[in-house]
Every structure is written in structure tokens, then in C-alpha cells.
């Protein structure tokens, strides 16, 4: 996706890992921090943040809160802070997933999040100033996971990342404003 | 909604503040310890959660966390631990609200709360045992609250409360199971 962004657009990229930046998304010092260093830019995509997958019976409090803290908090604190570094007219970009509507076994807590961030993209809109527009992307189970994960999705579908990198797309340079874009088939 | 339910059925109220029993949701030793006083019941019935309403400008990190530790985490922990204290067959009925489907100004972290909610009710009946049902009732403005809230929901219809009492009572006494029960007009 980076590739395709990058034929038009300086991009920078951050991750726990690997990137341009270093960020966790967990942590909202260093989502600070990142932006310190992006300085004023246009678009935010975020793909990142973790939720344990365990059968409902073994999930513990705490274990919720491993998504609540990453996926969830992660996503949100990422536009709280995000905002004041975008110019006018630009866009964040979110990700969930099928879960959020479609969930499979040992994905209450995955599930939940992904949820969440459906109703708050829908809410945030109505507040966030500077014409900055704010869309979530859901997919399916993506092309290049599906051998790693098709056990746990019987019968979806698996989807082809061009409509993967596509919905982003039609998030950032689309004037979608509040809208989840499912891409499930 | 006690009143209704009474008629057929033995009732144990508990809250913060009132009822037969003492519990605070948001803390799960004390959902146990009210557990561990009713024994093995029927079916769980929840109205409580709070989640903090303002500005999403205004909103900390630790604000938001008001909402998953009340509202969300109280509703998950009252399914976790619930469960166990269910006779075969029984039920759990969760409450949301229609910011989940259709949010208003200030509520970027209720309407975030009630959508997860909406998406664990979904995952969590595909695990969960002894044939108990879960579901969540989302209702819109309820008439009793209209006065208070209106402003806040321009436009929005009350419900009436025999409707928002019927929304429960088909969760209870329906065999519906993994339904998010709107009643929105």
C-alpha cells in the first residue's frame, strides 16, 4: 500500500519495528513523539494495533484490555492527537475489520474493538474540526493472511489486495467522511 | 421494567445505590460477590454503565477509559462471570443505546462503548455454553429521559416506555440469541 501511495505522495512510514519512525500505538507518548517528528502533514493511515484471539472461557479482564489498550485507545488516541497535526481538508484513516460484523469463534475481544471503532468514526465526525475527514476501512480476511488464517474463517472469502489497497484509497483521496468501508467480499 | 418481570418471576434488583444487592459494575470482584448472593438464577437483565459525555476536543485518554471500565468492561465481565451463576437455557440481556448506530455531538466515547458492546454480543454467542442466550437491547431516547436529553438528540424521537419495556422483555422471553434489539422510533 505504501507503494502505491508513495507514486504520488511523500510518504512516511512508522511501526514498532521498522519504518521511517518508531511508534506504539499503545502508548500515546509515542504517538506524540511520532508526530513530533512527521511535523504537519496531509493524511494519517493507521493500520496497526493488537487484540488477543483466545476462546471466550480463557479470556481474562486483562486480556480485553490488551485491545481495549492497542487496537481501540491506540486508534482513538491517534486521532485525538493526530488532528492537531494535519492541515486543513486532511483525512485519517482507521482499520477494523469483518469482526466487527461478522465475527468467528475466539473473537469476543477482537470483535469488540473493531466494533467500537465503527461507532466512534461515526461520532468524532460530527465533531473534528479543519474539514479534516476521518473513515474507517473494514476488510475480510486479505489475500496474503488468508492461508495463515483460514481455519479460523470458514468459508470467507479470501479478499485481493488491489480492493484491499483500494479501499484505502477511496478513504484518502475520496471525500468519504464518517464512513466505515467494508470489504468483505 | 422490575414491575413488569415481577409478575411471573422472582426478582433481585441490585446498583450502586438501591435494589436488594450492592454492585458496582465497573469493578468484577464486586459483580462476584453479588453473584456469589444470588446463586444460580435464570436470567441477568443489565441497565447501567457510564460512559463520559463532552467535547471530544475535551476528552483525556483517561476519560475514555470512564466508559471501557464502566460500560463495556462491566457489561463483558457481567457475561464472563454471569455465565457461570446461569441455570441451562438462560439468558443475558446487555443495554446499549442508539449512539452505537445514529451518535450525537459528545459522544465520541458512548457511542464507541455501545458499538462494541453490539459487536461482543455477536462474537460471544458463538462460544458461549449451556445454551444461554445473550443479547443487547439498543433503545433511542426513552421517554422518561426525553425532558432531560432532548437537546442533546434534536430531532430524535421518545420512546415510549411500554416499547423500551418490550425490547426487554423479547430478549428474556423470546428465543432470540446474539440480536442487537434496536428500538429506535
Tied chains: 1, 2.
Aim: proline residues 2%; charged residues 20%; contains cysteine.
Amino acid at each position: 500500500m505504501s507503494a502505491h501511495f508513495a507514486q504520488n505522495n511523500e510518504i512516511i512510514t512508522a511501526s514498532r519495528t521498522g519504518g521511517d519512525l518508531a511508534v506504539d500505538i499503545a502508548d500515546s507518548r509515542s504517538i506524540s513523539a511520532m508526530f513530533e517528528k512527521t511535523g504537519m502533514i496531509d493524511a494519517i493511515i493507521c493500520i496497526a494495533g493488537e487484540a488477543k484471539w483466545a476462546d471466550f472461557n480463557e479470556l481474562s479482564e486483562d486480556d480485553f484490555y490488551i485491545g481495549l489498550k492497542s487496537k481501540l485507545m491506540g486508534q482513538v488516541n491517534l486521532v485525538r492527537i493526530g488532528r492537531t497535526y494535519l492541515n486543513t481538508k486532511g483525512s485519517i484513516t482507521l482499520s477494523t475489520g469483518i469482526l466487527a460484523d461478522d465475527p468467528v469463534v475466539k473473537t469476543t475481544s477482537a470483535a469488540m474493538v473493531n466494533g467500537a471503532i465503527h461507532s466512534f468514526v461515526q461520532a468524532v465526525v460530527l465533531e473534528i474540526e479543519n474539514d479534516i475527514r476521518v473513515n474507517v476501512v473494514s476488510l475480510g480476511l486479505v489475500e496474503d493472511s488468508y492461508e495463515r488464517y483460514k481455519d479460523y474463517f470458514p468459508g470467507f472469502n479470501p479478499i485481493p489486495m488491489n480492493k484491499a489497497v483500494n479501499a484505502y484509497v477511496r478513504s484518502v483521496q475520496g471525500k468519504n467522511n464518517g464512513e466505515i468501508i467494508r470489504m468483505y467480499h
